[in-house]
């Protein structure tokens, strides 16, 4: 199969011990795989059969083909929904769904569209949604007035992700995670689901944990003591070499998630993005050619994924599989 | 017709006003409008009934769609391709189509595809593609001797676009084009193709300007002395509204190209963009409530409109009609 580029590619070894190694400490329902990662239903078929079939979804879009793609055993929206066409939209899957809720009006117009399920989306440190911890039992009394089932809250730690010091992000999301386990005791239920890659394992308070991104890895998690390994790369082809000593490579910044910053080359130097193409340089240059193929780590993999149509699974430089991104959009 | 968010919208007043504007500096083929700016047809074909009808592109996926959308009087593709099969799907194109070389290997490889004309790409600056100045005229030779028509020169001053200074812009972008009118005079042809949105008015030294930017606007390019109007906007929906002081809108980095940053919001802040939220702050908050829409102004055109699937025209709050993005991927 060959490769046209700019393109996706998964290094299957990669993706196989990133898999393997998060279900070790985070076995079957313990790990709640967020799809806004990877939006692919082949590749979040691939994080069921390890044993996880519960999945977080960030829009409705993603719930749709989740439960498209028979994947729909307990689907959790981890965000709010005010829109009536998109509560229509989602009132009418047919799959086991459960809408995160921060507000009494979200509460109203859930029960309104035929929803049957919430969490209480708590905010505990991160300015974006999610209630007070101390109003979240009586937004719950007022959901089940509604007689929507309450399984219990939600609160996304996103501001320590990226915390370097090991004894301090535990610190932290433990303070974080107290919030949450407050309005748990008030809210009832029995989901108390939290935490993302950078606090996989770190956060121990959660009973489930929404990660994504450590599927297949970026440049930013990278920095963390994490297990896991890079498997996502933009494959680019050179199209012009200077004799001033930088390469041209076919992609840039339509290909690539960019506000972590520029993607990285293992051999050398990314000098900047432009639309369309990567300028490279450092002695490693020399060593390619017109029509070369090289590899960019990208800096952010969920926002990188999310600008191409399908990924290549490879086993080396051989493609053994396609995983379509078929999740995207709204 | 009901707008979903997030999506982009374009207000039909400022639209119009952009394309009159330009094109009493830069009347019918003294513009050749570069489609990578906005990947739609649709408004491809406006600039093409302002008097535009010659193209300037950046992907072979984007000559295949303006051509299969009629518009194929004279594509250039801006940009080396090496490529094969991207070769022979250019090869195979029913257009008037002038590809840039930049190495005796791109001039081998277009000749043997079935391409008939091109034009010698030429480095004034910015490191990226192009030959040096003084090696332009042997590959014309060379290109000539493989059968190719010669059509003249392009040379992308993108380093100085930004230049705030007027007086120094101009200074600038006329010893870059001395560089190309140089290696015009020894490569022969009628061409001389440069300049984009940041120097339209100052580059009279080019045959025709490859402005793209202009037509929608962002708020990069809003920093210049330009007589441009923000067209485009990204519309959100507020789902979530925090007492502490912040409302929480339905997209982010997701729907957003980011490289230059956060979109600005004009009533107040942005606080930051994760991937499907934008978090905004400031007294103008208080006016709004949950699920009111509300529209943010793109950092960097180009990439957020390739990620989206639409852009709404709008009038007000009308919708008046619709612009596929069509031109998008590889």
Chains 1, 2 share one sequence.
Not at 128 to 144: F, K, N, S, V
Request: some cysteine; hydrophobic content about 45%.
């Amino acid at each position: 199969m060959a490769r046209p580029t700019p393109c996706l590619i998964v290094e299957r070894e990669a993706l196989d011990h990133n898999i393997a190694t998060i279900g070790a400490t985070l076995p079957g329902p313990r790990l709640r795989p967020h799809v806004k990662a990877f939006k692919s239903t082949a590749l979040a078929r691939r994080l069921a059969d390890a044993g996880h079939r519960n999945f977080t979804c960030a829009t409705v879009r993603e719930v749709e083909g989740m439960a498209a793609a028979g994947l729909g055993d307990d689907l959790l929206l981890a965000n709010e929904v005010l829109d009536h066409e998109q509560l229509a939209r989602l009132g009418a899957i047919e799959a086991n769904i459960t809408l995160a809720v921060d507000s009494e009006e979200g509460v109203r117009r859930a029960a309104a569209a035929g929803i049957s399920q919430v969490l209480i989306d708590v905010e505990v440190g991160l300015p974006r949604g999610g209630i007070a911890p101390d109003l979240a039992g009586r937004l719950a009394d007022q959901a089940r007035r509604h007689n929507l089932e309450v399984r219990g809250v939600m609160g996304y730690e996103g501001h320590l992700m990226m915390i370097h010091d090991r004894v301090e992000r535990i610190a932290r999301v433990e303070k974080a995670m107290s919030l949450l386990l407050r309005a748990a005791a008030d809210v009832g239920g029995d989901i108390v689901s939290a935490g993302g890659t950078g606090t996989y394992d770190v956060n121990t308070w959660a009973s489930e944990i929404q990660a994504g991104s450590f599927v297949v890895g970026d440049a930013h998690y990278a920095t963390l003591d994490h297990p896991f390994r890079q498997a996502l790369f933009l494959e680019v082809s050179i199209i012009s070499k200077s004799p001033k000593g930088w390469l041209v490579a076919n992609a840039g910044l339509k290909a690539l998630g960019m506000d972590h910053g520029d993607p990285i080359w293992p051999d050398g130097d990314v000098l900047f993005c432009s639309d369309e193409h990567t300028t490279l340089a450092g002695p490693a240059i020399d060593g390619f050619g017109l029509d070369d193929r090289l590899r960019l780590i990208p800096a952010h993999v969920d926002p990188t994924i999310a600008k191409h149509e399908t990924m290549w699974l490879v086993d080396g430089e051989e493609t053994i599989d396609e995983f379509p991104i078929d999740l995207r959009h709204w």
